[in-house]
């Protein structure tokens, strides 16, 4: 297996265009993380997803934010408009049922608002 | 992918030694717990896990300890190499968390030749 992949890899846009991260899971994997990673506040939860449902979304940081899993090798990021602060490494991972042995990542979008 | 923040716990160790990463957890009904690595521009990635009814478990040139009294939880490494450089993080899974983990801020781990 390749892993997990995530696209692009750098992201550069102006303020108020809309950004779609892309991820895909590791195939059997049946939950699927995003995560985001700043300086200031380290790895933070967005969203989760288990069997493609979104089971928590209390980490997505207002309205600006979604994501979606419409099937199980798929998921997208949206934020719309971007901000300057939404400037972070944004992780996807997945892992294989609760409890197992952690989450595999993939190498992360480097996104950078302008 | 870069994660080093501005004030991370940076432990510096020469070539060869034993290292001893130390993270305190939050929440005593944390019953999974895992240590990750992340290199400069890559994702985290899985070093070791242990359960909350374990005290010692160990890996291949690693070692995690959980003392449950104190919550406390360290990652040793054995025979530090240059490639161990790199920033260590903790994770906790509360007991019906849904396979929801939360991290540490991180130690940056610096291997000096």
């Known amino acids: 297996d390749a892993g997990v992949i995530q696209s692009p890899r750098h992201e550069v846009t102006e303020m108020g265009q809309e950004v779609t991260l892309r991820c895909k899971p590791i195939?059997?994997?049946?939950?699927l993380f995003w995560y985001r990673q700043t300086m200031m506040r380290g790895l933070e939860l967005l969203i989760y997803?288990?069997?493609?449902?979104?089971?928590?979304d209390s980490g997505m940081p207002e309205d600006r934010f979604s994501a979606k899993m419409p099937n199980a090798s798929f998921s997208t990021l949206k934020i719309q408009p971007s901000e300057p602060r939404d400037s972070a490494v944004y992780f996807c991972?997945?892992?294989?049922?609760?409890?197992?042995?952690?989450?595999?990542f993939g190498s992360g979008t480097r996104l950078t608002v302008v | 992918g870069e994660s080093v923040g501005l004030h991370l716990p940076t432990l510096s160790v020469q070539e060869g030694d034993n290292s001893i990463i130390n993270c305190a957890y939050s929440?005593?009904?944390?019953?999974?717990f895992i240590w990750y690595k992340q290199e400069s521009g890559k994702g985290p990635q899985f070093i070791i896990d242990i359960r909350s009814n374990m005290d010692k478990r160990q890996g291949q040139r690693v070692t995690v300890l959980l003392n449950k009294t104190v919550k406390h939880l360290s990652l040793q490494i054995a025979a530090t190499q240059p490639g161990d450089s790199a920033v260590y993080f903790c994770?906790?899974?509360?007991?019906?968390?849904?396979?929801?983990?939360?991290f540490g801020t991180g130690t940056q781990l610096k291997v000096e030749l």
């Open positions: 195939s059997g994997h049946d939950y």
């Open positions: 994770a906790e899974e509360l007991t019906g968390g849904g396979n929801k983990l939360t």
């Open positions: 929440n005593s009904a944390s019953d999974y």
């Open positions: 997803f288990n069997n493609n449902v979104p089971i928590d």
């Open positions: 991972a997945s892992s294989f049922r609760s409890g197992s042995a952690g989450y595999t």
